[in-house]
């Protein structure tokens, strides 16, 4: 919850801010802990809407987080504490009030004692992905917290960068699916009814295809009502149990990563994401033990958390990686496994994993490019025989007419 406060500070300086708690009495106590006096505290009505829209908090963008890591990290390389940090970097965000917020719940937690981790964790203004997360606990425990930043905002913006693209080529692709879906649906249900009124006063048998466009453009005519209904509902089932049903998510996962081309791009991006991590914690000053343990739970699909994590538990037991992995890794490519065996071999884990994400990552690149470059050629040919079968659909019974009275 979020509420307004209204006050003097230490130096008898009026002050006008919102502060971060579960309740008001928390909020009071947290004024008290940084020397303000407060004269009114009321919960901003950012938090009651917050209730009613059932919205926890908000999304910072790629571009953002990159930005506000790259920040922390050039004041933390400076000798700045983490605490005066947070101060300094408020100053920037004074005409943005979420970040303004999120910034003063980070120091409030901080000043409190907790750790950076704890107090983002802690808070609940701004979502964070939990891998950037577990990386900065990671990284206070190891005292490398300003170079995992900088990497933690190399990483984000490149994975922007990559999603920027893929939206990019795929604007294209969309507008001739929703443009051939409004043309079919307009030829089934004005074109389609006209001429088939012609074939009603004519009683003549129709041919078996004609027959199927007729009923599918009378279906479509009498339940588009239904239609779009029933895939609302069936969107928002979807959305429901891939957040409330671990199984139901597994097996979608599972299916996710048995299809083709969609099957071999999930699993290319999530080992050049584990692999990247990996790297990263390990040259801040990580043991491998925990870097492996660490980037096992940043991993999107299911399954393939749960065969490294199984992999990494082995690692904690003390036995390699590489072998517990191809023991368990079942959707791990074995050039990714044996790569990682080198790098044991070598002791060079470090680099090898940060040669395997550029690998990966420029692998995955090119097969996505691969796959919009296919989408494009196949959605046209789709969109062309849809309409070319509607078209020969109304003409055969025309042909035929004419056959008959020749």
């Given at each position: 919850?979020?509420?307004?406060?209204?006050?003097?500070?230490?130096?008898?300086?009026?002050?006008?801010?919102?502060?971060?708690?579960?309740?008001?009495?928390?909020?009071?106590?947290?004024?008290?802990?940084?020397?303000?006096?407060?004269?009114?505290?009321?919960?901003?009505?950012?938090?009651?809407?917050?209730?009613?829209?059932?919205?926890?908090?908000?999304?910072?963008?790629?571009?953002?987080?990159?930005?506000?890591?790259?920040?922390?990290?050039?004041?933390?390389?400076?000798?700045?504490?983490?605490?005066?940090?947070?101060?300094?970097?408020?100053?920037?965000?004074?005409?943005?009030?979420?970040?303004?917020?999120?910034?003063?719940?980070?120091?409030?937690?901080?000043?409190?004692?907790?750790?950076?981790?704890?107090?983002?964790?802690?808070?609940?203004?701004?979502?964070?992905?939990?891998?950037?997360?577990?990386?900065?606990?990671?990284?206070?425990?190891?005292?490398?917290?300003?170079?995992?930043?900088?990497?933690?905002?190399?990483?984000?913006?490149?994975?922007?960068?990559?999603?920027?693209?893929?939206?990019?080529?795929?604007?294209?692709?969309?507008?001739?699916?929703?443009?051939?879906?409004?043309?079919?649906?307009?030829?089934?249900?004005?074109?389609?009814p006209k001429i088939t009124s012609m074939f009603d006063q004519l009683k003549q048998e129709l041919p078996t295809v004609t027959k199927i466009v007729i009923g599918a453009g009378d279906f479509l005519g009498a339940y588009w009502l239904?239609?779009?209904?029933?895939?609302?509902?069936?969107?928002?089932?979807?959305?429901?149990?891939?957040?409330?049903?671990?199984?139901?998510?597994?097996?979608?996962?599972?299916?996710?990563?048995?299809?083709?081309?969609?099957?071999?791009?999930?699993?290319?991006?999530?080992?050049?994401?584990?692999?990247?991590?990996?790297?990263?914690?390990?040259?801040?000053?990580?043991?491998?033990?925990?870097?492996?343990?660490?980037?096992?739970?940043?991993?999107?699909?299911?399954?393939?958390?749960?065969?490294?994590?199984?992999?990494?538990?082995?690692?904690?037991?003390?036995?390699?990686?590489?072998?517990?992995?191809?023991?368990?890794?079942?959707?791990?490519?074995?050039?990714?496994?044996?790569?990682?065996?080198?790098?044991?071999?070598?002791?060079?884990?470090?680099?090898?994993?940060?040669?395997?994400?550029?690998?990966?990552?420029?692998?995955?690149?090119?097969?996505?490019?691969?796959?919009?470059?296919?989408?494009?050629?196949?959605l046209i040919l789709f969109v062309g025989a849809t309409i070319g079968f509607i078209v020969i659909a109304m003409l055969l019974p025309i042909f035929s007419m004419n056959m008959a009275s020749m």
């Open positions: 919850m979020i509420f307004k406060y209204v006050g003097y500070d230490s130096h008898g300086k009026r002050v006008k801010a919102r502060i971060e708690a579960n309740d008001e009495n928390e909020a009071k106590r947290k004024l008290k802990s940084k020397g303000i006096i407060y004269e009114s505290i009321t919960e901003s009505s950012e938090s009651f809407l917050n209730k009613i829209s059932f919205k926890r908090s908000h999304k910072l963008s790629s571009k953002h987080l990159a930005q506000f890591s790259k920040n922390l990290a050039i004041y933390l390389r400076s000798g700045i504490p983490i605490v005066n940090v947070i101060k300094l970097a408020k100053s920037q965000y004074e005409d943005d009030p979420v970040m303004a917020d999120f910034l003063n719940s980070l120091e409030t937690s901080m000043n409190e004692g907790n750790s950076f981790y704890a107090a983002l964790d802690s808070q609940h203004i701004i979502s964070l992905p939990s891998f950037y997360k577990q990386s900065i606990k990671v990284a206070e425990e190891s005292g490398a917290l300003s170079e995992v930043l900088f990497e933690m905002a190399r990483f984000v913006e490149e994975q922007d960068k990559v999603a920027g693209q893929v939206k990019q080529a795929l604007i294209y692709p969309m507008v001739i699916v929703v443009i051939s879906i409004f043309m079919v649906a307009f030829m089934l249900t004005t074109v389609v239904h239609i779009l209904i029933t895939l609302g509902v069936v969107v928002f089932l979807f959305g429901y149990f891939m957040k409330k049903s671990p199984k139901f998510k597994y097996g979608v996962h599972s299916f996710m990563l048995r299809t083709p081309l969609f099957g071999k791009i999930i699993r290319t991006f999530e080992l050049a994401r584990f692999s990247y991590i990996t790297s990263v914690l390990s040259r801040s000053g990580v043991t491998f033990v925990h870097a492996v343990k660490l980037a096992s739970n940043i991993l999107d699909n299911d399954v393939m958390r749960e065969e490294f994590e199984s992999a990494s538990r082995d690692v904690v037991e003390g036995k390699k990686f590489s072998s517990s992995l191809a023991k368990h890794g079942k959707h791990v490519d074995k050039s990714f496994i044996q790569a990682i065996a080198l790098g044991e071999e070598t002791s060079e884990v470090a680099l090898v994993m940060e040669n395997l994400a550029d690998l990966y990552f420029s692998e995955n690149q090119n097969k996505i490019n691969v796959l919009l470059s296919l989408m494009e050629p196949m």
